[in-house]
């Protein structure tokens, strides 16, 4: 396979398309051939088998996002959020690592594989309602029945519900790190609003009838936990309701090394902005996490890594 090229970030001309989204701007769209969908996990979520990124790159462009750190090039590490890499034969290659997967492990005890998507990008991101990758990796994997956590903060899931609702062994993750929308504003100003996204894990819950799907598990990922004004706390928490699971968790810290998952410059920036939060910071996750748990007595709030297991 020849060596991919990016247009506007190397001086070759590849395969290109741009997309322009009224609220997103300019994005360069490559679709190339990738080697293999399915990657052993490590690291944070090597609990599971596989991640699962249909994209690389993602045009939300959060301002913390530590998957930066693994762009193809220091000039697209920089413009992150404005191109995506679509994986066009994501598809093939799934159906093939699956049956690869079941051949080789038929005589062991682990009956299905659990695969993490996404862990790089946003698997629901606006450019999934052009190429449906996303919708049709879902039919693909549906027949085999992994456990599957789906991690994204778009609610562009209300789509695939009816998929949803035909897997045995679904977590969907919704990430939601701040009560208040100037916060989010600031942090992420290319997502979707929190109240779209709560208003999608509540049609979730009423779209599943229990005597026809399964139920999908539910987490909200307060990934990483970012300051929520005190005035919207109370009122945030108690939408919290809808998940079965909270998660929170702080910042990757490390910056100083290129190529390893940590909190981008804009972001670290930022937190100047919010000193009222930061310079109190551990106070400030442990109240969160006592107010949560008084809150809400029958959701699980777990914190860092524990949080993203399936189980
Ligand atoms: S949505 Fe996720 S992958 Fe995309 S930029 Fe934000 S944190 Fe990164």
Not at 44 to 60: E, H, K, S, V
Not at 74 to 94: H, P, T
Not at 182 to 206: G, W, Y
Not at 269 to 281: I, T, V
Request: hydrophobic residues 35%; positive net charge; contains cysteine.
């Amino acid at each position: 396979m020849t060596q991919p090229t990016y247009e506007g970030y190397c001086r070759e001309t590849p395969k290109v398309f741009k997309v322009r989204d009224k609220r997103l701007g300019t994005a360069n769209i490559y679709p190339q051939p990738a080697r293999s969908i399915l990657s052993p996990a490590t690291g944070y979520i090597g609990g599971y088998d596989f991640t699962l990124n249909p994209y690389r790159g993602c045009q939300y462009g959060c301002s913390y996002c530590y998957a930066a750190a693994f762009s193809p090039n220091s000039k697209m590490r920089q413009d992150w959020g404005n191109w995506v890499i679509v994986k066009e034969n994501a598809v093939e290659l799934l159906e093939k690592e699956l049956q690869r997967w079941y051949q080789k492990n038929r005589n062991t005890q682990q009956k299905t594989p659990s695969i993490y998507m996404s862990s790089v990008t946003d698997p629901y991101q606006p450019i999934e309602s052009k190429f449906q990758l996303t919708r049709q990796l879902l039919e693909v994997m549906v027949e085999y029945q992994p456990r599957l956590v789906i991690q994204t903060r778009s609610p562009a899931i209300v789509r695939d519900f009816d998929l949803f609702q035909r897997f045995q062994f679904l977590r969907v993750n919704m990430s939601i790190p701040t009560g208040s929308e100037a916060v989010r504003k600031d942090f992420e100003p290319r997502s979707p609003s929190i109240q779209a996204r709560l208003n999608a894990l509540s049609k979730l819950r009423n779209f599943i009838d229990p005597q026809k799907g399964y139920m999908p598990k539910i987490s909200i990922t307060i990934t990483p936990l970012l300051p929520t004004f005190p005035e919207h706390e109370l009122e945030f928490i108690k939408k919290l309701r809808v998940a079965d699971r909270i998660v929170f968790q702080n910042f990757h810290t490390s910056t100083n090394r290129s190529l390893v998952a940590s909190t981008r410059s804009e972001a670290i920036e930022l937190q100047k902005k919010y000193r009222w939060w930061y310079e109190s910071a551990d106070q400030n996750d442990r109240a969160f996490k006592e107010k949560l748990e008084f809150a809400l007595p029958k959701v699980e709030i777990k914190e860092g890594k524990e949080g993203f297991s399936y189980e």
